[in-house]
């Protein structure tokens, strides 16, 4: 069988709290999800593998629909994300409209959230619910031969117009029994990132769910546990990516430093095969040490995104961030004197938030000297702990995502939390925070003093032009 795996095009995504100049400067990243249900796919088939990833082509739908004809698959999974479905859906439509017998399948966050209302679409034939790797390779083994769906875990289909559930698919115990994702069916020099030092670099995921328990989190389709590749496994797919000619990494782990002694034994090989690389991870103020960053810094990694959140302390513990205003100095200022850069996440417009708790943010972020901060507003995303309060307590009216599932349309606004400040307050902050970051001339001159390469500079002075944008 010809099987086609789609990213789809962003042509139609729901109104974005984040301004779209800020979203504009992120780059581009590889469709890890698709990538590792390709690689699962090609290993245990015979089938045809073949990945589109329209937004980094800069595909529109009339040349997807002709790329699509072009490869005739038989089967075709989509990624869908909640801001991403209604891009899918057109997708999946595109595909019926080309051949009507194509059995359509969507994967990803959204899906497994609302797996009944996404599988209801006559669109759709199947949905993946929960890891995708192992539920869509036996889904393909099922159309082939015949199998019945009912014993395949992760599958969610119809059946004479009824909805039946095979359960979630269980999360995967030994990540390092996963093959690498399929690079090779992409081009890797499409993928870029406002950070990067060259320009291109590629993504990673280096172990699955998180240790800590925010309020605002939502990785459901990930488990609860928190699951961590071994050392070898790790450094062995940065020496295959080595030799596919890359050699910058965002490693996309919710917590990188998770497990302390296996992210020593990361660097410890890294340096004992003398590898070159550069690379960024996401850490939690609490995981990292004096010793533990010297370790990181010698081994190439140049950036550690933390989740700062909030300046307020009694926000952080509305939140569950388990941290401190003091422990994340202490967090920024150890990683400075290690020479690696930091990246801050604040949001505006968490619980208790007021124009005196989001001014101890702004006043925060600059404190703390982080090379780049990125401002968000809070946005209770479905399946979260944050949600299900709003709507209980009423913050939240309805259930607002739900019936954006069942119904999706690009003038729905998404939730945010306005206890004490609407929307366009919120906004105004978000926009001032930005403003008062990037413009100040302390930041500026910073910045143009750790510039390594015209293509770094480039890059980032483009990034500031949609910084000031922001009016």
Not at 335 to 351: D, H
Request: with cysteine.
């Amino acid at each position: 069988m010809k099987v086609l795996l789609v990213n789809p095009p962003r042509e139609n995504l729901i109104e974005s709290i984040l301004p779209a100049v800020i979203e504009e400067s992120r780059g581009l990243s590889p469709p890890l999800g698709l990538l590792y249900v390709a690689a699962h796919a090609r290993k245990y088939t015979r089938h045809q593998i073949e990945i589109l990833d329209s937004e980094a082509e800069g595909l529109t739908y009339p040349e997807l629909k002709e790329r699509i004809k072009g490869i005739d698959p038989e089967v075709v999974g989509i990624t869908a994300m909640t801001f991403t479905l209604i891009d899918a859906l057109k997708v999946a439509r595109l595909v019926k409209e080309i051949k009507q017998g194509v059995k359509v399948a969507l994967g990803g966050p959204h899906p497994h959230i609302y797996p009944e209302e996404t599988v209801s679409f006559p669109e759709v034939d199947f949905v993946i619910q929960g890891e995708g790797e192992r539920a869509f390779t036996d889904l393909l083994g099922a159309l082939e031969d015949g199998r019945r769906l009912r014993q395949i875990k992760g599958v969610v289909w119809k059946d004479n117009g009824k909805v039946v559930r095979g359960g979630a698919a269980e999360p995967v115990a030994d990540l390092d029994g996963l093959p690498f994702p399929a690079r090779d069916l992409t081009d890797i020099h499409r993928y870029c990132s406002v950070l990067a030092r060259v320009s291109h670099c590629t993504t990673m995921i280096t172990s699955r769910g998180c240790p800590f328990r925010c309020r605002f989190c939502a990785r459901p389709h990930l488990g609860k546990g928190f699951r961590c590749r071994s050392a070898g496994n790790v450094v062995e797919e940065f020496e295959e990516c080595l030799t596919m000619g890359i050699r910058e990494f965002l490693i996309y782990d919710d917590t990188f430093t998770g497990d302390r002694e296996r992210v020593i034994d990361i660097c410890e090989q890294i340096l004992g095969k003398g590898l070159k690389l550069r690379w960024d991870i996401r850490a939690h103020v609490n995981t990292v040490d004096e010793e533990l960053l010297g370790r990181l810094k010698q081994a190439g990694c140049e950036r550690i995104h933390y989740g700062v959140e909030s300046g307020n302390p009694d926000i952080l513990l509305n939140l569950r961030k388990g941290t401190t205003i003091e422990r994340v100095k202490q967090a920024f200022r150890l990683t400075r004197e290690a020479g690696i850069e930091t990246l801050a996440y604040f949001m505006i417009g968490s619980p208790g938030e007021d124009l005196a708790t989001a001014g101890q943010s702004i006043a925060l972020a600059r404190e703390l000297k982080p090379d780049y901060v990125h401002f968000s507003i809070l946005m209770p995303f479905p399946a979260t702990e944050l949600y299900r309060d709003g709507v209980e307590i009423g913050l939240i009216r309805q259930d607002c995502w739900q019936d954006f599932a069942r119904s999706p349309r690009k003038d729905f606004l998404p939730p945010v939390w306005e206890e004490n400040l609407n929307r366009q307050e919120l906004t105004r902050l978000l926009k001032k925070a930005y403003r008062d970051f990037y413009r100040s001339p302390a930041y500026i001159l910073r910045r143009l003093t750790r510039v390594r390469s015209l293509g770094e500079l480039w890059r980032q002075f483009r990034a500031g032009l949609r910084i000031q944008r922001l009016e």
